[in-house]
């Protein structure tokens, strides 16, 4: 079983950063693309940010090109956002997701459908 659960969230001034975590429960992890997805109420959720299974491709919206960086840590079995130069319509909750594969992809998907297992969602404020 795979579960995720991302850590980091919470309320910050426009301008500043924030860095959300994501632990992979199971021994796949490493083998798999990972994605960042956000989603604000009554919205669709939206891609962010995606890396390859080996760290060495990433891949942002445009959105956030330039202020948002992913990264993974497979040892640890951890993704990470780091999200510099926040505006107050950065303000969504955040989940990251496994992409549905196969295995060892160097492009993630870019659609809510390309990903199979996600985590709970944590949710990011910025305030004006």
């Known amino acids: 079983q795979v579960q995720l659960v991302e850590s980091g969230g919470g309320l910050v001034q426009a301008g500043g950063s924030l860095r959300l975590s994501c632990v992979v429960s199971g021994r796949t992890f490493s083998s798999y693309a990972m994605g960042w997805f956000r989603q604000a109420p009554g919205k669709q959720r939206e891609f962010v940010a995606a890396i390859s299974w080996s760290g060495d491709n990433t891949f942002y919206a445009d959105s956030v090109k330039g202020r948002f960086t992913t990264a993974r840590n497979n040892a640890k079995n951890t993704v990470y956002l780091q999200m510099n130069s926040l505006k107050t319509e950065d303000t969504d909750a955040y989940y990251c997701?496994?992409?549905?594969?196969?295995?060892?992809?160097?492009?993630?998907?870019?659609?809510?459908?390309?990903?199979?297992?996600w985590g709970q969602g944590t949710q990011v404020t910025v305030s004006s």
């Open positions: 997701a496994r992409d549905r594969g196969p295995p060892w992809g160097e492009v993630p998907g870019t659609r809510t459908y390309d990903y199979d297992y």
